[in-house]
């Protein structure tokens, strides 16, 4: 698998991408996509190592490599970037070939839109966002507000203070519905919960996403306002949050992947109750199975409870163990997949 590496400084990041990428071969508009034996990823915020949002989407791609005999490239984001940037990544992956090109993140709907048009015979995958559509266009999004709410039942029942924390790192609609899910999945199993929620940056600045010193330090005042089961919904940020949390001995509940079993966080792993996960490694394989096997995805393609493209993790047996609060966790998955309790997507 290519990888292409992170630069700070935003023209070097492209010219460096446009040089790797056509050092292949490069092709026109017309004919970038004529067969389907390559895929690209394009970064969010953070970048692979977040140990979260982007591995999963790297787990899709690594999958897809080993499985279907493709070659995957991935390009990371670069610090401060804006969305010409992210035209100029797009528009060289796809010239060099790459069939699917997939944004990982809302934060590409806007150049996704500009640039597939360009590239007809391409499909482009964009996770988290519906907002930009187009025929070659596959809209990968989930219902995280129904994995949240079981964080929020699971949150309720273990909680010894009576106050749990949501970190959220940027305020977008995109994590405020994580926020809407999770308090109400509180609230439903247990009004006297206090809730604190906080956000670490408000648009445009998405540092929230990538910065682990922020989420440690929200972590910690409300550590030290009486929270002892705390939520993050904060890509790199966090792994701060999960990182203090931990070191405080109390419950943290991770999000995207299955954090107690990624490596980087094996430090804290005993104090991760459990995990909110999106299943974005599968959407990722999907999409490139369609467009291998001919049959390309477009269009929305949701994940949610009912097809487990979101859950809360087993992987702990410390949560395992906690037969009342699984019992109530499966309840609550059952009852949403049935309709019985509907879950809000905003607070």
């Not at 292949?24 to 970038?32: E, I, Q, T």
């Not at 079981?150 to 994580?178: H, Q, S």
């Not at 439903?188 to 990538?210: A, E, I, M, R």
């Not at 459990?274 to 291998?292: E, H, P, Q, R």
Request: hydrophobic share 40%; net charge neutral; glycine share 12%.
């Amino acid at each position: 698998m290519r990888r292409i590496t992170r630069i700070a400084t935003v023209g070097l990041a492209s010219t460096a991408l446009a040089l790797s990428v056509t050092a292949c071969g490069g092709k026109s508009s017309s004919d970038a996509a004529e067969d389907s034996s390559s895929a690209a990823i394009a970064y969010d915020i953070g970048g692979r190592g977040d140990q979260s949002f982007n591995d999963a989407a790297y787990a899709g791609l690594a999958k897809a490599e080993k499985d279907l005999d493709i070659k995957g490239t991935e390009a990371e984001p670069s610090e401060g970037e804006g969305d010409p940037d992210k035209v100029q990544r797009l528009t060289e992956l796809a010239r060099a070939g790459n069939n699917p090109v997939i944004g990982v993140g809302f934060a590409y709907a806007p150049a996704i839109a500009e640039v597939a048009p360009k590239f007809p015979k391409t499909t482009f995958g964009l996770i988290d966002d519906t907002s930009k559509t187009g025929k070659n266009i596959a809209n990968l999004v989930f219902n995280e507000e129904q994995g949240s709410y079981l964080a929020g039942v699971a949150a309720a029942k273990v909680t010894k203070t009576n106050t749990v924390g949501f970190i959220g790192g940027v305020e977008t609609p995109l994590i405020k519905k994580f926020e809407a899910g999770f308090v109400q999945g509180v609230k439903d199993t247990n009004k006297s919960v206090n809730v604190k929620v906080q956000y670490l940056t408000q648009p445009p600045d998405f540092g929230g996403f990538s910065k682990p010193d922020l989420g440690k330090a929200a972590a910690q005042g409300q550590l030290d306002a009486g929270a002892d089961v705390i939520y993050a919904a904060a890509g790199l940020a966090g792994s701060g949050s999960i990182e203090a949390t931990a070191k405080a001995k109390k419950w943290a509940i991770g999000v995207d992947s299955d954090q107690y079993n990624q490596k980087g966080l094996a430090p804290y792993k005993e104090y991760i109750l459990t995990s909110v996960t999106k299943d974005v490694a599968g959407s990722v394989y999907n999409l490139i199975k369609s467009v291998k096997d001919g049959k390309p995805q477009s269009g929305e393609i949701r994940y949610g409870l009912d097809k487990d493209g979101v859950g809360l993790a087993k992987s702990n047996p410390a949560y395992t163990k906690l037969t009342d609060v699984t019992a109530a966790v499966d309840k609550a998955r059952a009852d949403i997949i049935a309709g019985t309790v509907k879950v809000k997507t905003a607070p």
